[in-house]
């Protein structure tokens, strides 16, 4: 059982340029969630998924763009990459709202210069 | 809106009990949680509380809850060099779509011989 895969691990990326974070579970979770970590300021939600079709702003979701292209899958694109988007990008999902564990996918660190 | 805080740093003799301490601002909150994240990994769930108890304990680890002063802390007993990771706590409101967990900066432990 594979949990939330996140693909690519790492990446660096030149200012301007564009690409898609990957993110599937196989664990059949109708929420799915991308957050950003940062030195000192813990996790921030970028955007969710509550189900599948739907897809809603978090905390910071200037400059990027979300997909969920069916259940297993909740992708993250940025479309013109910022230095302010260097940062560890982390992909979850539970099953519903609630007391409801969230999964965590490993992470990908992304450096834009 | 919400907040999350804690200390970021705890340094402990092995052997010893941790405390990490979070305090929160959403009066809605319905669950905390606690997450630890080992270097290079993704978050996992360590326990949880739900608003209406003060304590939970499992095995090493207990959670107090002060609803009125907003307080939450997870003890560690008898702290182990496998204990050395970041602390996170996290809060769940009443309302809202899918599992929006709000994080705190999380609390660095590092766990002396």
């Known amino acids: 059982n594979a949990g939330v895969t996140q693909t690519p691990k790492f990446q660096v990326l030149k200012t301007g340029q564009s690409m898609t974070l990957q993110c599937a579970q196989d664990m059949n979770h109708n929420s799915m969630y991308w957050y950003r970590q940062d030195p000192g300021m813990g996790l921030r939600l970028i955007y969710y998924s509550a189900s599948e079709g739907t897809t809603d702003k978090g905390e910071v979701p200037n400059g990027y763009n979300v997909s969920r292209l069916n259940k297993r899958e909740f992708s993250l694109r940025l479309e013109s990459a910022a230095p302010s988007q260097t940062s560890v990008y982390f992909c979850?999902?539970?099953?519903?709202?609630?007391?409801?564990?969230?999964?965590f996918g490993q992470g990908t660190r992304l450096t834009v210069v | 809106g919400e907040d999350v805080e804690q200390s970021l740093f705890l340094s402990v003799r092995e052997g010893d009990s941790s405390v990490i301490n979070c305090t929160y601002t959403?009066?809605?909150?319905?669950?905390l949680y606690w997450y630890k994240q080992e270097p290079g990994a993704g978050l996992q769930l360590l326990t949880y509380i739900f608003s209406n108890m003060d304590m939970k304990q499992d095995q090493r680890l207990t959670v107090l809850l002060n609803k009125k002063d907003k307080h939450l802390s997870l003890r560690i007993a008898d702290t182990q060099t496998g204990d050395s990771a970041i602390y996170f706590c996290?809060?769940?409101?009443?309302?809202?779509?899918?599992?929006?967990?709000?994080f705190g900066t999380g609390t660095q432990l590092k766990v002396e011989l």
């Open positions: 996290a809060e769940s409101p009443l309302t809202g779509g899918g599992n929006k967990l709000t």
């Open positions: 959403d009066s809605s909150s319905t669950y």
């Open positions: 979850a999902s539970s099953i519903d709202r609630g007391n409801t564990e969230a999964f």
